[in-house]
């Protein structure tokens, strides 16, 4: 089974700044997708960002950048130029390809807080 | 836009009831899931479905039952409420990653409360 490790349950972040949220990863499979999800008081769940493993170039979405290490098996997301807005619970996930059903597999979260 | 529609918002149901959680899409995704959201144990698969009437357990089916009889539709059951079973319910739905881009695409979320 895979695993998924955030370590930082919370983190704080001034308006502006650029905040970095830490993923790891467990799996001995070759292809897969990770992926950001965030979680506003709403608790509609948004996709942030998507990463494929067989592409080495980092996704970017915007404000939304991600470093994959695939050797270290880390996924990390960066906000740059944080907003109020980003105000969230951010989940990490990972979905085994080898699956049917291609179920999410997701971390425990971290909840970030932006400040003015 | 995609639309993953869970029947309620919140639902207080009381111990020994039988209790149906409904989950209706609007894509013609093959997957579906149901999620299980609590502080600090983040979002725990409690079982899918990749096509019509196909289930597979999850992480922690034990409580649990689903059907999924037309394919938009994905129904979980808790057979016998219990309060432990109080949390947030997530309902999923996806393509085949060979028919298209994935993501899953998630309802509001039902807050559910056994008393």
């Known amino acids: 089974a895979q695993t998924v490790t955030q370590s930082q349950p919370e983190m704080s972040v001034q308006e502006a700044e650029t905040v970095t949220l830490s993923c790891t990863y467990d799996t001995s499979e070759s292809n897969y997708y990770l992926f950001w999800y965030k979680q506003p008081p709403s608790r509609q769940m948004i996709l942030v960002i998507r990463q494929e493993a067989y592409k080495q170039q980092n996704a970017t979405e915007n404000r939304f950048s991600v470093n994959f290490q695939k050797a270290a098996k880390s996924f990390s997301l960066k906000i740059s130029d944080s907003q109020l807005g980003d105000t969230a619970m951010y989940f990490c996930?990972?979905?085994?390809?080898?699956?049917?059903?291609?179920?999410?597999?997701f971390g425990k979260g971290t909840s970030l807080l932006v400040t003015p | 836009d995609v639309k993953v529609t869970q029947s309620s918002r919140y639902l207080v149901k009381r111990t020994g009831e039988k209790v149906f959680l409904e989950c209706v899409q609007d894509?013609?995704?093959?997957?579906m899931f149901w999620y299980r959201q609590d502080p600090g144990l983040g979002l725990r698969l409690i079982y899918f479905s990749y096509d019509v009437k196909m289930k597979e357990k999850g992480d922690i089916p034990e409580g649990y039952s689903v059907s999924r009889e037309k394919k938009e539709r994905f129904s979980l059951i808790l057979e016998s409420a219990s309060t432990n079973q109080t949390s947030m319910y997530l309902c999923?739905?996806?393509?085949?990653?060979?028919?298209?881009?994935?993501?899953?695409?998630f309802g509001q979320g039902t807050r559910l409360t056994v008393v």
């Open positions: 894509m013609d995704h093959e997957n």
């Open positions: 999923a739905s996806s393509l085949w990653p060979t028919t298209g881009v994935t993501e899953a695409f």
């Open positions: 996930a990972f979905m085994n390809l080898a699956n049917s059903g291609y179920a999410l597999n």
